[in-house]
């Protein structure tokens, strides 16, 4: 199956109606303490401009980004925005996970930060309770879009009897120069990309876009 695209850290409609012409899957927007960070209302009014697109072109699901947020913060925005996905930043209590599936319809992915020490098995075991697990580098103090890839190679095997039955989706310092070998060496269904198509935090480059999802296409024509 082909390899899918996630554009995270959309701040501008521009740039979000182009991962969608693009043919992105997933458009991710950040609802946490980050550079790329949204309000609900800002969001709502940069995604009924895509409402608004042709109807022709397929719609991305949308994906919101979270932490720390309780459950009814969650699911306001998730009722608002018709979010698809919720992404769960530090979501170690699996009581919010459990709070979540009975709150709201979205699919729920957790969030594992790697580490220079591998992956943290803790962490890994309580993202299991959702839908998809998303990896990326762990920085002190960051939540994502750092720009920086972990060791696809050594955590490649901890990851695979994981698989069955969930998404892996592949974050941390992906560029159009590195995706095909992300792809190949990882294997994830998803990659998900921010700071490696930016201009600045939040503003996407077209250019770097358009390679990106090129990159990623290629290699499922191969």
């Known amino acids: 199956m082909a390899v899918e695209v996630k554009v995270c850290g959309l701040t501008r409609a521009a740039d979000a109606a182009l991962a969608t012409a693009l043919g992105a899957a997933y458009l991710g927007f950040i609802f946490a303490p980050s550079p790329r960070r949204l309000t609900v ?5 940069l995604l009924a401009t895509l409402d608004t697109a042709d109807e022709a072109t397929a719609r991305p699901r949308r994906v919101g980004v979270f932490a720390g947020a309780g459950v009814g913060e969650i699911a306001a925005a998730v009722h608002r925005l018709g979010l698809d996905i919720v992404q769960l930043h530090g979501a170690e209590d699996a009581r919010l996970v459990a709070a979540l599936r009975d709150t709201v319809p979205s ?18 075991e309580w993202a299991t309770r959702g839908d998809g697990i998303l990896l990326d580098a762990k920085v002190d103090g960051m939540l994502g879009g750092t720009g920086r890839a972990f060791d ?3 955590e490649r095997a901890v ?8 998404s892996i989706i592949l974050a941390g310092g992906l560029t159009a120069e590195n995706v095909a070998r992300a792809i190949a060496v990882f294997s994830p269904d998803i990659v998900d990309v921010s700071s490696g198509v930016e201009a600045s935090p939040g503003c996407k480059d077209p250019a770097r876009l358009r390679a990106f999802v090129h990159a990623v296409h290629g290699v499922g024509a191969a």
């Open 41 to 45: 209302d800002a969001a709502a009014q």
């Open 152 to 154: 696809w190679e050594r």
């Open 159 to 166: 990851v695979a009897p994981l698989r069955a039955g969930r």
């Open 107 to 124: 699919a729920l992915w957790s969030v594992v930060h790697v580490g220079e020490e591998g992956i943290d098995r803790a962490q890994l």
